[in-house]
């Protein structure tokens, strides 16, 4: 059956927001246990109760700040101890910094690649751990971006992240496969997030244009079709990833961006 978490459990970083939330509800609405893992615990349980209550579902919500080796070990704990095990994890925690490379403060730069990379390398690391150690196996999804596989101007560090996650995530699934677990990227164009709607004065100052044009051109310029793609559209995509049945497309990533990066 396609896209069937029936009865899993799935950890989901940056859950409060956006595409996050939206894989969260989605994986409820299919009869998936979900941990609601964030930065802020009143805004996770916030959305930990709404789904609860929407789906009739057990959740749990988790304090998580990925880069934390000890907050993200803690998180996957919580998860084992209250569910007993878990079956995908969903590594989609992140931020958005906009600056030309010659501008591009040092900090912001070791911040994002921290979140990004550091945060999916060690929720990767806990989950995997459990999958093996309960002898599930499991999915890991990780939340790239178009700019896993191109670059735009003035997001040098989110690209590098980006690009970076791709190897990772073929990493998992050479050395998962051996105990069940496979693993993909989800590249994403532009979806209206939060993360999204900020940039786009952000963008038009720094390019010297109307936020019009932002969206139309620099967005979705490259798009067939001139659309956003939606947060169910990432979420449905992560559903069926996540229930895929065999290992078949371990290691692969998937675009959904109305054709932009084909
Ligand atoms: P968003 O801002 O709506 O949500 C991001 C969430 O991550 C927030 O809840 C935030 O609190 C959380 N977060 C930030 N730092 C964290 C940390 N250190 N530890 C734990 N949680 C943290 O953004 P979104 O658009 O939903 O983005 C989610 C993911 O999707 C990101 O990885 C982003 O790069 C990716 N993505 C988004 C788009 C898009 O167009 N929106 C496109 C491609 C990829």
Redesign the pocket.
């Known amino acids: 059956m396609i896209g069937n978490v029936k009865g899993k459990v799935a950890i989901v970083?940056?859950?409060?927001?956006?595409?996050?939330?939206g894989v969260a509800e989605k994986f409820a609405e299919h009869g998936a246990q979900v941990v609601i893992?964030?930065?802020?615990l009143s805004?996770a349980q916030a959305v930990a109760d709404e789904i609860k209550a929407k789906y009739n579902t057990e959740t749990l919500a988790v304090a998580?700040?990925?880069?934390s080796e000890e907050q993200v070990n803690a998180g996957v704990d919580a998860t084992v101890a209250k569910f007993g095990k878990v079956d995908v994890l969903v590594s989609?925690?992140?931020?958005?910094t906009i600056a030309p490379i010659v501008d591009f403060d040092f900090g912001k730069w070791k911040k994002l690649l921290?979140?990004?990379l550091n945060?999916t390398f060690l929720t990767s690391k806990a989950c995997m751990q459990k999958m093996i150690e309960k002898k599930t196996g499991g999915r890991i999804i990780v939340?790239?971006?178009?700019?896993s596989i191109e670059a735009s101007k003035n997001k040098s560090a989110?690209v590098a992240a980006?690009h970076a996650l791709l190897g990772f995530v073929r990493s998992i699934a050479k050395e998962g496969a051996e105990h069940g677990i496979s693993s993909n990227l989800i590249?994403?164009?532009?979806?209206?997030?939060?993360?999204?709607q900020?940039q786009i004065p952000e963008q038009a100052a720094t390019l010297g244009i109307s936020e019009d044009e932002v969206v139309k051109k620099v967005m979705l310029g490259d798009t067939v079709d001139g659309e956003f793609?939606t947060?169910d559209d990432?979420a449905n995509t992560a559903l069926f990833l996540a229930g895929f049945e065999t290992n078949a497309l371990t290691g692969q990533t998937l675009l959904v961006s109305h054709g932009i990066g084909m």
């Open positions: 970083t940056g859950a409060a927001s956006g595409l996050g939330k893992a964030d930065l802020n805004q998580m700040d990925v880069t989609n925690a992140g931020i958005q921290d979140i990004h945060g939340m790239g971006s178009i700019h989110y980006k590249a994403p164009g532009f979806v209206l997030t939060p993360l999204v900020k793609t947060v990432i």
